[in-house]
């Protein structure tokens, strides 16, 4: 078995810092938390899980304005940026379809985190071809390149679940010598290299080509992956015909994004026990081959082609398989 790649980081203030990567010239940990969860489970739990994700090594931290709402970068802003914001790498990001709209939860984040700037900030959950030209249209590119150059955001993306061919028009659209965007955010897993409208296949190759780096998250497809979800007292995932452990494990999951060109894998999580797994199977993990991958994602070929499991895709994009090559 290969290493995973990624660069030994030494100790810092906090302790102990999980492997590093580069995201647009900046090393970021290999694994980052993901705000969602922390938007919406306790308040006990959340802060116990941020304080967990800091001794494990962990210094990418993900939120959104939109999470809560804004109780995710609430919650970051009174627990996590006055221990830690020298030591982190702090993203937030923004369904904002205007120069105005923009502007104002630009300024409205770093209210909440209680910081002057964040390390990246993104356009959220990009989801066609047209809502990419409504924002761009709209000025939102705009309004973040002039936070940029006030100091407010170090560095821009965007993100998406829904479909590929959204991130491919804002890389039509914003094409040159030198792309705006630092980063891109989209789902990686088996099951997305299975189906015929794959992020891993479509956009994946021409974010290298622009020197994006990416970020994956949706690495068990929000929990799909499991027999069921629970969020609190609410069960909103269950099935006879679970995919871990049935037909590949967590382990697998993780080894199949992190030997992929990614910067970060965003792991949602809202426990700190579950952080705690998360960085030591990060840790462990070994570099998956090209054939072994492709042998991933043709043992869940038949989730893809149920199209259930990435829910969260386009509905026309979700049924379908591509049969990758023996």
């Known amino acids: 078995m290969l290493p995973l790649p990624g660069k030994a980081a030494a100790p810092d203030r906090l302790g102990s810092v999980l492997p ?16 969602f969860h922390i938007g919406w489970t306790g308040a006990a739990e959340a802060r116990a899980t941020i304080e967990a994700a800091l001794e494990e090594g962990i210094r990418f931290f993900d939120t959104a304005e939109s999470y809560g709402p804004h109780l995710s970068e609430e919650r970051l802003g009174e627990w996590l940026v006055p221990a830690a914001r020298e030591e982190i790498y702090l993203m ?55 936070a940029r150059e006030e100091g407010k955001i170090r560095a821009i993306g965007f993100t998406g679940h829904a479909s590929p061919y959204a991130f491919l028009r804002v890389m039509e659209r914003t094409g040159g010598d030198r792309s705006p965007f630092a980063a891109c955010q989209f789902p990686i897993n088996p099951v997305d290299a299975a189906a015929r409208h794959s992020f891993i296949r479509e956009v994946l190759p021409q974010a290298e080509k622009n020197g994006i780096g990416v970020l994956a998250m949706k690495t068990l497809a929000d929990g799909r992956f499991f027999a069921a ?23 697998d999951c993780f080894a199949f994004a992190l030997s992929l060109p990614v910067a970060v894998l965003i792991t949602g999580a809202e426990k700190p026990e579950f952080v705690r797994d998360k960085a030591r199977i990060v840790r462990n993990l070994q570099k998956m081959t090209d054939e072994e991958r492709a042998a991933l994602a043709h043992r869940v070929s038949a989730f893809a082609a149920a199209g259930s499991i990435e829910y969260y895709k386009a509905p026309d994009l979700r049924a379908g398989i591509f049969t990758p090559p023996p």
């Open 229 to 251: 979800k629970q969020m609190q007292d609410r069960e909103v995932w269950r099935t006879e015909n679970p995919i871990v452990p049935g037909v590949v494990t967590i382990e």
């Open 92 to 146: 937030t990001k923004s369904s904002a379809k205007t120069a105005r709209d923009a502007r104002e939860a630009i300024e409205g984040s770093l209210r909440r985190l209680r910081t002057d700037h964040v390390d990246l900030w993104q356009m959220h959950a990009l989801e066609s071809p047209e809502d990419v030209d409504e924002r761009l249209d709209g000025g939102v590119l705009e309004a973040a390149l002039q």
């Open 20 to 35: 590093v990567r580069q995201l647009g010239g900046k090393p970021v940990t290999v694994l980052g938390l993901g705000g």
